[in-house]
């Protein structure tokens, strides 16, 4: 057993790289609940019964006008999906919307009161009630899936209430072509109403699967706002390094900002948003690890340049780099596009050269850089979270109404 050691903390560690802390953690309890001999076994029907699970789950109560039951997978400080889904309730609640927040699949809180108090404290202040698996569920006008895993969830909840994808990115492409890219593909065919994080993701579930779907754009939150630049005479460019999440590049991103090192070797770099210690990384960077939220305007104002890749939906990154007037450099392609463009980013194809010769241009051409700073500060200033909430409830309105 104590040989095996070594063994069980090296596939910890590649869970955590690949999967991160939520999920991992998931895996481990998953494997305790079905005892010590299954470390040494995989279980796969364990792992996915929640696929195949037909039992209907009951509800109790009249649903009032409303109403809603969020669907969530559980969730760890600093993450941003379950960021914009708290801020959804928490800017709904005004409007006359009550939330009660189910948490699914597995949780590393002690209990429902415990998980609440992580969501104020880290989030949001909602005044939604959370509820754990298991727990008596409420009727509700609205019942929403919040990721793929959720959806098989909320397909067995009775057909009386309005069954809604919140859907932040098209999840199957966060997996190689496999089972689980099929089980997540699988649930955009369970006749829920899309409400999408943009207009790339709406058109493309309207168009491939057939989904209703209407989209909401993205809002920056008030504490992102440029702070004084310390060191002007310095260039900086800022990446968000994520390893574990393989739709933002990281690979990518280290051989553009080789070649833009090779090309200026004076520009410094600074790596944000993993720990990236493990990597052997060429040239002189700071390597940040994980921010937290309020420190991450400051750090932006610091930078000229920022690279931020992304080969499925956009993050709320550009848009918060923007407002912190830090050129932004990112990808071509729909996906992107739907928000940025050529007046406010600086897009380039998919390619290392195309992408460091955008960053060198941004860095050697200052009255360039400048006047695209003021034009994406300006665009980044108009997008906000009450606009967002609008066009949420408009989509609880036409999935209400929908067929």
Request: aromatic share 10%; glycine share 6%.
């Amino acid at each position: 057993m104590l040989g095996n050691l070594p063994h069980r903390a090296r596939q910890v560690r590649d869970l955590l790289r690949r999967d991160g802390l939520v999920q991992t953690c998931r895996m481990i309890w998953v494997r305790l609940r079905h005892g010590p001999g299954q470390w040494s076994k995989t279980d796969v029907i364990g792992y996915y019964e929640f696929l195949v699970e037909k039992k209907p789950l009951s509800t109790q109560g009249v649903a009032g006008a409303k109403t809603m039951l969020w669907v969530i997978p559980d969730f760890n400080i600093g993450s941003g999906g379950h960021l914009n889904i708290f801020r959804t309730i928490y800017n709904l609640e005004p409007k006359g919307y009550v939330s009660t927040i189910l948490i699914v699949g597995g949780t590393t809180h002690v209990d429902a009161k415990a998980a609440k108090k992580d969501i104020v404290e880290h989030f949001f202040p909602v005044r939604a009630e959370v509820i754990m698996d298991g727990d008596v569920l409420p009727s509700t006008e609205y019942v929403v899936a919040t990721g793929w895993q959720t959806a098989y969830h909320v397909n067995r909840l009775p057909a009386a209430s309005k069954k809604v994808y919140f859907a932040q990115d098209f999840e199957p492409l966060f997996y190689p072509a496999g089972s689980e890219y099929v089980f997540s593909e699988n649930t955009y065919h369970f006749g829920f109403y899309g409400i999408t994080a943009g207009q790339w993701l709406a058109d493309k579930l309207s168009s491939e699967y057939a989904m209703q779907a209407k989209s909401v754009g993205f809002g920056v939150d008030e504490r992102y706002k440029a702070h004084r630049r310390r060191e002007p005479e310095i260039k900086r460019v800022f990446f968000y390094a994520r390893p574990p999440t393989a739709r933002r590049a990281f690979e990518l991103g280290l051989v553009v900002l080789d070649l833009v090192h090779k090309r200026l070797p004076h520009v410094q770099f600074v790596l944000a948003g993993w720990d990236t210690e493990n990597y052997r990384i060429p040239f002189p960077h700071l390597s940040c690890g994980t921010v937290g939220l309020d420190d991450l305007p400051d750090l932006y104002s610091q930078c000229d340049v920022a690279l931020v890749l992304s080969l499925t939906n956009l993050s709320l990154l550009p848009l918060e780099l923007m407002a912190c007037r830090c050129a932004v450099v990112s990808n071509r392609g729909a996906n992107v596009e739907w928000l940025l463009n050529d007046d406010i980013a600086i897009l380039a194809d998919l390619t290392p050269d195309s992408l460091a010769d955008a960053v060198c241009r941004a860095l050697t051409d200052d009255a360039y850089r400048v006047e695209m700073m003021d034009r994406a500060e300006q665009f980044a200033s108009t997008q906000n979270w009450d606009d967002v909430a609008v066009a949420f409830e408009a989509g609880l309105v036409a999935a209400r109404e929908a067929v």
